[in-house]
């Protein structure tokens, strides 16, 4: 196929960085009329490059225009401590399959992979009976990864990822661009583009789970830093006279504040084996450990946001992970602590939630592994790669 004229690109590019869309809408956003728009969407029709796509209820008068698997389709991966997620999308975001897996944590490096790899070859079957060309990969794995070379360096903390480099396996794999990131960042993200907040040009999303993580999203764009290393706030030392960190650190502040940090310490006050669980039951009938523990836990943590929050200086703090919800004393606590202590430039006028976000509705997986998706689309060097597959076939 021949190099398609300017306004032909702009519409499908239009189409994937924004959705499908109605026609009328297509020619205000492109600035020409709607005779344009429409010879323009002829021309894409007739190639097969974008189709009809019904939205809303059955019978609707009009229907939007969105872009054809014949142009490729984009996916997203990402793993956690005991499952894989994968969805595989068109190029303008509509979903045609998803699925979930519960996998070993005892497996091995390889098996895990392979489990991904299989989880996004069944979607791609289930999508559609043909084969199809997936234009980039979003892959979010749940350890650091350097995100130009996919390398895991070893350490305690990436012991299910030791001896295999992601990235490279899913590019061999599927023979496509892939994009890294973690899943606090793209939490992060989905915070940013479906969590109805103020203040979104600046958003700092902070999960405590079994480790604490942070994601910092600046106009829509994750700052992840020069190799995809930042937001790693739960191994910033606390205390340096602390207990042994899994990063070979003493005194992270996730020996303090996560799971495993509140199941030591409940049941070194309890004298009884606690898993968060149990805590969580302690926390709903008001058991005074409880309270001793979570208040601590505000403390040590507020004191770490008030250094992050006088460096980057966020408009919105979201709190996320099973640690924030277990109490609103805990976030009440930590929110108290940043007024008190943040200066009053920036403390004055932050704003601090818990996150809301709720399961996409009739989807099984998580929201943020759509996150991966939407960071695709936005992507010039995938839009770039959908010309160049268009051109050439």
């Not at 996560?258 to 039951?281: G, H, K, W």
């Not at 109490?327 to 004055?348: A, C, M, N, W």
């Not at 399961?359 to 770039?384: C, Q």
Request: charged residues 20%; aromatic residues 6%; contains cysteine.
């Amino acid at each position: 196929m021949s190099e398609l004229p300017i306004n032909a690109r702009r519409l499908l590019e239009l189409l994937i960085r924004d959705g499908s869309a109605y026609r009328a809408d297509i020619a205000r956003s492109l600035k020409v009329s709607r005779t344009t728009a429409s010879n323009l969407s002829n021309q894409l029709e007739s190639l097969g490059l974008i189709e009809e796509v019904t939205v809303g209820s059955p019978g609707v008068l009009k229907t939007h225009l969105g872009v054809t698997t014949e142009v490729g389709v984009l996916a997203s991966v990402m793993f956690e401590a005991a499952s894989v997620m994968a969805v595989v999308t068109t190029l303008d975001g509509r979903t045609l399959a998803e699925k979930a897996l519960r996998i070993d944590e005892r497996g091995t490096v390889e098996q895990r992979l392979e489990a991904g790899a299989d989880l996004l070859r069944e979607c791609l079957r289930v999508a559609s009976p043909a084969p199809l060309t997936i234009n980039a990969l979003h892959l979010a794995v749940d350890t650091q990864m350097d995100k130009s070379t996919g390398r895991v360096y070893e350490t305690p903390a990436s012991r299910r990822w030791v001896g295999v480099n992601p990235k490279e396996y899913f590019v061999k794999a599927f023979d496509t661009l892939v994009f890294v990131q973690n899943s606090a960042r793209l939490h992060a993200l989905a915070e940013y583009l479906w969590g109805g907040l103020s203040n979104l040009s600046d958003l700092l999303y902070v999960q405590i789970s079994y480790g604490v993580s942070m994601g910092h999203v600046v106009d829509g764009v994750v700052r992840d830093g020069f190799r995809g290393g930042s937001g790693e706030i739960g191994h910033v030392v606390y205390n340096w006279g602390g207990p042994l960190c899994t990063c070979g650190n003493y005194g992270c502040l996730m020996q303090y504040v996560s799971i495993p940090a509140f199941e030591t310490q409940a049941t070194l006050m309890t004298n009884r084996p606690v898993t968060i669980d149990q805590f969580a039951l302690d926390v709903a009938e008001k058991e005074s450990y409880t309270h001793e523990i979570l208040a601590r836990a505000s403390i040590v943590f507020g004191r770490m946001l008030t250094a992050v929050c006088h460096l980057v200086d966020p408009g919105v703090i979201v709190l996320g992970g099973e640690i924030s919800s277990l109490s609103e004393d805990f976030v009440e606590g930590v929110r108290q602590y940043l007024r008190e202590h943040t200066l009053p430039l920036i403390g004055k006028n932050l704003e601090i939630s818990v996150s809301a976000l709720s399961p996409v509705k009739d989807k099984s997986i998580d929201r943020t592994v759509y996150a991966g998706i939407e960071s695709l689309r936005s992507n010039s060097d995938v839009i770039h790669r959908t010309f160049e597959q268009i051109e050439q076939s």
